[in-house]
């Protein structure tokens, strides 16, 4: 078995955790100390890693090293000591440095220090763009991890976007939130906000004709452009795309089960009147189409406006609420279904 350390949006951990666990059989997966956003995972090969929905960078863990002095030079020493078999047969390397807590050294200095110790052992060349392996070397308060990072780009850029919203959520936390409305088989599932369609894209990438999918904006280039970007990752056949009014849903569907969404926070615009219209609107509209037992599953900045919405609105109940991270914010998961 070999040790991995894998990391994910800070809030969504247990449904990495769940993923891992169904995906990858024989998979032992432990929390990384208290750190929210990693996890380790004991398996086999990176090769089923990759493949999961839930998950941003994969590093094949080689040392895991208590620092005694806390130096460059110990970092050095250290890396002098590490065996990694694969630069044998490869002409280049780089290294990439995370670095957690005091320190008297940069993340540069790490690099520069470990990639010495490495070129001096292995004699291989540095080159920062094309290389042919990427050794991290991290350090966090005491504590030296070294080793293999499998992922060039973060996986939650799977997909090919021609069409890029300014708000667009990442690929991951759409997985997350369309965990949370726990879709079934012959569910259809509307996402009536789509932007560039993330949610959408990630529904269709997972359940393929399974369900139906629905996928709506007011803005007439967001549809063209998520039906640009479907079409490239090939999911198109499983969407249909609509011009739609969230706030008169009834207008344009009929029953769906789950509808899943990432409505507007009102950060750039700052119209805080119209978010709240909206935001009311929109719930009142989602009580006449969200099927008796149906799921709605919203991530949004303004929690306190939504949570006061739904808490007045008589139709809905919260059944789960997270915090999750988001591009440097802390928007809200909330999990609605009907009283
Ligand atoms: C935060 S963005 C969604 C981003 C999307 N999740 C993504 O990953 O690209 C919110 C979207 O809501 C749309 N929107 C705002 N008001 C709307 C309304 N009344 N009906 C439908 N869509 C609306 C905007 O055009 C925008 O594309």
């Known amino acids: 078995m070999k040790k991995f350390l894998v990391t994910c949006d800070p809030g969504v951990e247990d449904i990495a955790k769940e993923e891992i666990a169904k995906k990858i059989k024989k998979a032992r997966i432990e929390n990384f100390f208290d750190f929210q956003g990693k996890l380790i995972v004991y398996c086999k090969s990176p090769k089923k890693l990759i493949k999961l929905h839930s998950i941003h960078h994969i590093i094949e863990l080689k040392k895991v090293v208590g620092l005694k002095k806390v130096s460059l030079a110990e970092i050095y020493n250290t890396l002098k000591k590490v065996s990694i078999g694969e630069l044998r047969k490869k002409k280049s390397f780089r290294i990439t440095s995370y670095r957690y807590g005091r320190h008297n050294f940069t993340s540069m200095q790490i690099q520069d220090v470990a990639g010495r110790a490495i070129q001096e052992k292995y004699r291989k060349k540095v080159d920062l763009k094309n290389y042919d392996v990427n050794i991290r070397v991290d350090v966090i308060g005491d504590l030296c991890l070294i080793g293999l990072q499998h992922t060039k780009e973060s996986l939650y850029k799977r997909f090919v976007k021609k069409f890029n919203h300014r708000a667009a959520i990442k690929s991951t936390l759409a997985y997350a939130m369309i965990r949370l409305a726990n879709i079934k088989k012959g569910d259809i599932l509307l996402d009536p906000m789509c932007g560039s369609g993330t949610i959408p894209l990630e529904a269709a990438s997972l359940f393929k004709n399974r369900i139906k999918i629905i996928a709506g904006d007011i803005n007439e280039k967001c549809i063209l452009g998520s039906i640009e970007n479907a079409r490239l990752n090939k999911l198109d056949k499983y969407i249909t795309f609509l011009k739609i009014d969230a706030r008169k849903l009834e207008k344009f569907v ?86």
């Open 254 to 339: 009929k029953k769906v089960n789950k509808i899943v969404v990432n409505p507007p926070y009102g950060v750039k615009s700052g119209k805080k009147k119209n978010l709240k219209s909206l935001y009311r609107k929109f719930l009142c509209s989602v009580e006449k189409v969200l099927a008796k037992d149906g799921r709605l599953v919203v991530i949004t900045l303004r929690a306190n406006l939504f949570r006061n919405l739904i808490n007045k609105n008589k139709a809905f109940k919260i059944v789960h609420e997270r915090v999750v991270e988001s591009g440097g914010l802390y928007p809200h998961m909330f999990v609605i279904e009907k009283i």
